[in-house]
């Protein structure tokens, strides 16, 4: 079973989120925020497969710049921890949606997902200007701003709710990113010493 789940990762991550897309067709009434997660898991499907199979690539450039090998088997495990923080981001507010704070972590990550694309591109020096799960990544920046807009036009969260949103995503993401490290053998610590590194390359 565990082999299972290290292998199809982001298969069953698909798999469970095209569940819950079925899920709020069929319930059909949805809260404004449980329209917004679903678009959010839409999307976020569309970049793990843009950014992991079609084109792919992203996870060999950050090997690359880390200066490890990756195997097929590692590719497809490292997509455990991101599909965790995914599901968690997006049933909490599916469920939860009379509290649309809850909603706020995922909708900052979509924010940040499109800064981090386009750096990515900048770090490494790509020939052209895409890396791989970009065009998904800039959807969800639009679409976070569309629902900041929202939110703030209509009274729906505070500015210190914003940023209680923005601290659970950040904080988070970090653990998922020591948890991905790991189950490659890197420590965490020295990534950031790779991307000074690769910056100072020509």
């Known amino acids: 079973m565990v082999k299972f789940i290290k292998t199809y990762a982001l298969e069953i991550f698909t798999v469970i989120s095209m569940a819950m897309l079925l899920v709020g067709g069929l319930i059909g009434d949805l809260s404004v925020v449980q329209k917004f997660t679903l678009v959010y898991i839409f999307l976020f499907v569309l970049h793990e497969w843009e950014e992991m199979k079609y084109p792919g690539g992203f996870a060999d450039s950050i090997a690359k710049m880390l200066g490890i090998k990756l195997n097929n ?30 909603i706020l972590p ?36 639009v679409f976070t701003i569309f629902v900041f807009t929202y939110f703030v036009r209509n009274d729906i969260v505070s500015c210190g709710e914003f940023l209680i949103g ?3 995503m950040f904080v988070c993401f970090v653990i998922m990113q020591k948890s991905l490290t790991a189950m490659i053998g890197y420590k965490y610590s020295n990534v950031f010493k790779a991307i000074k590194k690769q910056f100072a390359k020509k």
């Open 166 to 168: 923005f601290m659970v």
């Open 106 to 141: 995922i909708a900052w990550l979509g924010l940040f997902e499109g800064f981090v694309h386009i750096f990515t591109i900048r770090l490494f020096k790509y020939p052209r200007f895409y890396s791989p799960g970009f065009v998904t990544a800039e959807i969800q920046a």
């Open 73 to 102: 088997d590692m590719k497809r495990a490292s997509r455990i921890p991101t599909s965790i923080l995914l599901l968690t981001f997006t049933i909490t507010p599916f469920v939860l949606h009379e509290y649309p704070i809850t």
